[in-house]
């Protein structure tokens, strides 16, 4: 797939979700490049007369949404949204996702979880029979790293999974610190064959803010491959 025919793809997946926005809807902002063609082809809509309020995951995505005149709230002002539509670094059947590659899953999780929807946009490079082939990203506190990593390594191997933890840098030599001022280790695990499992544990060691394994969340996504765009899930019901 060309660089050109995945951005494409992107737009055309963030179009179709796009569709489901109505006049005085609380929406929340994914980040990321895919979610990036939803704020920009929605701020088009909201230059046409479109009446939203909105609420970033990300700083990066704040700034985008603002240089588009789309009005923003926060989840303090605005604590229920009706639809969060976000990207994903790999999604499987039952609309379990990874997410995190850009480093803003705490954020993104939080916001997602204050919806009523969440529908993610992807490619369809992006879905997997069993997750895990991206890296999956958790978000630590910067206090005893090496400690938490050691305990993630131990919960890991727990499950059968076994494979490098590395600290995420911005560029060689400096970590890359997230919005909310943590690390982010990548878990190059392979395949995570109960996610959900790996979910709980991960949750319940002290030191780890949050990970980007995100069930129960997803509603519905909208695919875009070489045919045009499926959706797996319901835009209009409650998470699978």
Do not use: W
């Amino acid at each position: 797939m060309s660089a050109f025919s995945a951005e494409a793809m992107k737009r055309a997946a963030a179009r179709a979700a796009l569709e489901s926005v109505t006049h005085g809807m609380r929406l929340g902002l994914g980040s990321g490049s895919t979610a990036a063609h939803f704020v920009d082809l929605l701020g088009a809509r909201v230059r046409e007369g479109l009446e939203v309020i909105c609420v970033p995951t990300s700083e990066r995505t704040r700034a985008q949404a603002e240089s588009l005149g789309i009005p923003l709230s926060t989840l303090d002002e605005t604590p229920q949204l009706d639809l969060t539509v976000d990207g994903a670094d790999e999604f499987d059947a039952a609309l379990r996702l990874i997410k995190g590659g850009g480093g803003a899953l705490l954020r993104e999780k939080i916001v997602a979880a204050a919806s009523t929807r969440m529908f993610v946009i992807a490619d369809a490079t992006k879905e997997v029979r069993t997750l895990g082939a991206f890296p999956l990203p958790v978000e630590i506190d910067r206090f005893g790293a090496r400690s938490t990593m050691l305990h993630i390594e131990r919960v890991a191997r727990g499950l059968g999974l076994i494979g490098p933890l590395t600290i995420r840098d911005a560029e060689p030599g400096e970590r890359f610190i997230t919005d909310g001022g943590h690390y982010i280790v990548d878990c190059a695990f392979g395949a995570i064959d109960d996610p959900d499992a790996l979910a709980a544990r991960l949750s319940a060691i002290p030191g780890v803010v949050d990970h980007g394994l995100f069930i129960g969340l997803a509603t519905a996504i909208f695919i875009a491959g070489a045919e045009g765009v499926r959706i797996l899930g319901n835009i209009s019901g409650d998470p699978l």
